[in-house]
């Protein structure tokens, strides 16, 4: 997507060879013109896939989640972090290791909100080594739900996750593909 | 707003004296169509009050503050819970007492991303005992930003917030407004 690749050359800063900040306009404030963009050109990718789910991982990932539920006319559901009161029993749950954080973290989603009826497409903001997407998909495996697809507004390409996972036959569709990036470049995969 | 105190009613389970659970259609699954509606409720009741930036505090509330900030064709800000290695120096910060978690945490902003230019609607999920609300309001005090109003899906009256912060002269709308609840009766504010 030209737009975001654009927005990601004029705002992003890189901070080290792994980490992009995309604060200004993807995630800690949100440039909702940009986000409603993206959000349909996902529903536009998916449209035909019978999808009638989308999940994420909170927390940077339910913007474009919930732009991408409502551009297709689906519920949303997220995985969440932590055990709170207001999740009773009766949950999926996996281990997701964070390379940001450095630490392994848990994530459930109840059962009642996600079944072997469902068709779901897994969004969200960073693909790079694939930890919480392996995550998401191993929670859409234990309910027995179809996984239809990932998008991802940006895939670091240099991460493998991507490919690794298309190697597998798993749909990855990214709005931004960066193939490497450093202190005064970022090379996007054409 | 009718469709949402029905919804309440129909959906929502009280799991005691102060908690309400809405998972299967607010919280961890989320309703995009009924989301949409409250958005442009939301937008509707502010549309003249020169909001140029709408603003939560992660995880719960991002789902409406990103729908809202849609309908407004606003940017949106969410404040965080922890320090990440995202967020370099240069932020806002103050001190939230959780009543649900029993705990303290710390939300902060970067300082770019909320200035006194910004005339900001402070969006929520609930709104009860209004500590996480304070704390929005004391993040926009210390960047000089004007705050409009607060827009809140839920308002549990019994919590008090709501009442006090209006008898200051906050002005705090909210979609549904719980007067009281227990095991099998939810009572509206009419």
Do not use: W
């Not at 200004?24 to 349909?40: G, K, P």
């Not at 035909?48 to 927390?59: H, L, Q």
């Not at 109840?110 to 392996?134: C, E, H, N, P, Q």
Request: proline content about 1%; charged content about 25%; glycine content about 8%.
């Amino acid at each position: 997507m030209k737009k975001l690749e654009e927005r990601i050359l004029s705002d992003a800063q890189v901070l080290s060879d792994e980490i992009l900040k995309v604060g200004s306009f993807l995630n800690q404030e949100i440039d909702t013109d940009l986000l409603q963009e993206m959000a349909q050109e996902i529903a536009d990718i998916y449209k035909d896939c019978g999808v009638n789910k989308v999940m994420t991982i909170e927390a940077s990932g339910i913007a474009i989640a919930v732009a991408v539920g409502m551009a297709m006319g689906v519920p949303v559901v997220f995985a969440k972090k932590h055990k709170t009161s207001n999740l009773d029993g009766g949950v999926y749950s996996t281990v997701v290791h964070s390379f940001t954080h450095n630490t392994d973290y848990s994530v459930m989603i109840s059962r009642d909100y996600l079944t072997a009826d469902d068709r779901v497409l897994l969004v969200d903001d960073f693909l790079a080594r694939g930890k919480a997407m392996r995550g998401l998909m191993d929670l859409c495996d234990q309910a027995g739900a179809t996984k239809v697809g990932a998008a991802i507004q940006i895939e670091k390409c240099f991460g493998g996750a991507g490919d690794e996972l298309r190697s597998e036959g798993f749909r990855v569709e990214s709005l931004a593909m960066i193939e490497s990036m450093g202190k005064d470049k970022i090379t996007f995969r054409s």
